[in-house]
């Protein structure tokens, strides 16, 4: 089902779903692991998330995509997320890409121990499509959607500029609980028309991922 209205309405929302969803999976499992891209996008609904009624200290934040630059860097997700939510998520729950210009395979399998720590999946995504229906750094008809690694994933021929980035993979999307997709603004009309159209398959839309999550969300300011 896809929930059509204002944004400023949608993103408050959003943050009610993902704080009523992250309660529920923290009273299960006494933690909860959320996953968010950087971008404008999710901006807003990060920041109402202060406002909701949710354990803080029991949840960690983990990189749905990256920009291969280092930490504090303006371009970089985790800069954007971090400035958003480090008023109510403790430091030490926050867990950033370690990219390193020497060896990012080595920073890539770090990430991916440090997943598994936090028990190997992630238990609520956030995620919004790009104008042409990516999500994450998993691009249409690209070698990072064809990958088939079971957490992370490294390009340096992403579609989108900068060239290099980390992306969790399909398979690690698909394998979440939960998930919640954002499709904002008129110049993603476009990836909507294809995330709706049942002919269109998962490679030419990566957004379609969600729709193998059993418990997924999509709101859009969007008409269909």
Known sequence: MIV?????????????????SLQDIIDDQNRAVLAVPGG?????????????????????????????????????????????????????????FGHSSANN??????????????????????LSSGEDGHI???????ETFASDEEFFILTNSSPKPPSGRMSASKKLISSSQTAV???????K????????DEQVPLMRCPAKIVTTIRQHHVLTDLHG
């Not at 996008?41 to 029991?58: C, N, T, Y």
């Not at 371009?75 to 971090?82: G, H, P």
């Not at 991916?112 to 609520?124: A, I, P």
Request: proline share 3%; aromatic share 10%; charged share 25%.
């Open 4 to 20: 059509h209205g204002e944004r400023e309405v949608l993103e408050k929302r959003a943050a009610e779903i993902l704080a009523q």
């Open 105 to 126: 395979k080595a920073a890539l399998q770090s990430y991916c121990r440090l997943l598994q720590d936090y028990g190997g999946r992630f238990d609520l995504v956030l």
């Open 181 to 187: 997709l954002l499709f904002w603004g008129t110049e």
């Open 189 to 196: 009309q476009e990836a909507l028309t294809m995330f709706m």
């Open 40 to 96: 404008r996008s999710v901006g807003a609904v990060l920041r109402q998330l202060e406002f909701e009624p949710v354990d803080w200290h029991k949840v960690h934040v983990f990189m749905v995509d990256e920009r291969l630059v280092a930490l504090g860097h303006p371009e970089s997700n985790f800069t954007l997320v971090s400035s958003c939510v480090d008023s109510f998520i403790k430091r030490e729950n926050l867990h950033p």
């Open 136 to 142: 994450a750094s998993l691009f249409p008809e690209h």
